[in-house]
């Protein structure tokens, strides 16, 4: 797939636009569009390209006309699991962890959306032939790739996820730290409001050693590597939970970062260079075309109908392996209560216009 450098005027864009930065309005994405049409070159190649959907300015010329895809046309529900693995720079391991898991949902007939992070030390069965039926699910993903599972990682992680929760898994995205840090760097870092002062004293470094991390309360600017570091701490009050708070943190940032009009234009007139740089850093079952449709559906998405949710004490209690693990145990009625309120479709309720 990402061989196909033709689309990728949208591709880019898409990707941000569905697993980062979830729900950014499509007005700022037309706007984007716009500024992107009148005041940055146009390379011929991508004019050149089929267009499913026509989107003229009136001040655009005909040789400046700039299109969307059509949105996602599906009835039901989407679910995509977003996988960060624990792949660091210059590393080519056969299989990694992940670092991060979160499930995402948009429901085209009410027009709603969600994210769900699931935390690392999740005690669950894994399927497959392994040599025990409970891990961390945050080995899904390596045992699938260091075992041959068929597919992979991905499908095993998509398989362990699927069965825990009880809800299809229609895609999957995995990025490793270098396509995260990257893509914060290319739109020019974001700011977040930082709840309370962080203070890691042993932040893992790239070279399996250890640096401190401080960062105060308050409206920080972050380039990718900060970002980096304020998504994966663990040194808080309440840990792993805190963390899938500050990822979530960091998909609303880039969200807003995208609002704007110019960065996001910019961001499409860097695509051919930017899949030259992640073409390594990212793996998914998407095609461009269904990121594309995608996207446009999530900017159609209203803020308020965007739901945010973390597994943690509320659904999970911690408990200790007989190797002396420290595990969360899922407490499945209330997951299952979660499962109903965050993956079911109210049908009578009303699509937004």
């Not at 792949?87 to 969600?114: C, H, K, N, S, W």
């Not at 809800?167 to 730290?177: Q, W």
């Not at 792993?240 to 807003?256: G, L, N, T």
């Amino acid at each position: 797939m990402w061989q196909t450098r033709k689309p990728l005027i949208l591709g880019l864009a898409a990707l941000a636009a569905v697993f980062i930065a979830l729900g950014a309005s499509a007005l700022a994405y037309q706007r984007a569009y716009d500024y992107f049409a009148n005041e940055l070159t146009i390379l011929p190649e991508i004019l050149d390209q089929p267009r499913p959907v026509v989107i003229a300015t009136s001040s655009s010329a005909s040789d400046e006309i700039v299109v969307l895809p059509k949105a996602w046309d599906g009835k039901e529900r989407v679910n995509i699991l977003l996988l960060g693995i624990d792949q660091r720079a210059g590393e080519r391991e056969r299989a990694y962890r992940t670092d991060t898991m979160i499930v995402f949902t948009l429901d085209p007939l009410t027009m709603e959306a969600g994210a769900l992070s699931i935390p690392r030390d999740l005690w669950v069965p894994i399927p497959g032939n392994f040599d025990q039926v409970n891990y961390r699910i945050n080995q899904a993903n390596f045992l699938g790739d260091a075992f041959d599972y068929p597919g992979g990682g991905i499908a095993l992680a998509r398989k362990t996820v699927e069965s825990f929760l009880g809800i299809p898994i229609h895609f999957v995205v995995r990025i490793n730290f270098t396509a995260f840090e990257y893509f914060i760097d290319r739109i020019g870092g974001i700011v977040i409001d930082v709840p309370e002062p962080i203070y890691d004293p042993a932040y893992p470094t790239d070279d399996y050693g250890v640096e401190v991390f401080s960062l105060p309360a308050g409206l920080q600017t972050m380039d990718g590597l900060t970002a980096l570091k304020y998504a994966r701490t663990r040194h808080s009050q309440n840990g792993d939970f805190d963390r899938a708070r500050r990822q979530q943190q960091v998909i609303m940032a880039v969200r807003e970062k995208l609002k704007d009009p110019r960065v996001l234009a910019s961001l499409i007139a860097s695509a051919p260079e930017i899949l030259s740089e992640l073409s390594d850093s990212i793996k998914t079952d998407l095609t461009l075309d269904q990121m594309q449709q995608l996207a446009v559906l999530a900017q159609r998405i209203e803020r308020e109908r965007i739901k945010f949710e973390v597994l943690d004490q509320r659904y999970t209690e911690f408990a200790t392996t007989p190797d002396g693990s420290q595990v969360l145990i899922p407490i499945r009625a209330r997951i299952a209560e979660l499962r109903q309120r965050f993956f079911s479709t109210n049908t009578t309720a009303q699509a937004s216009p």
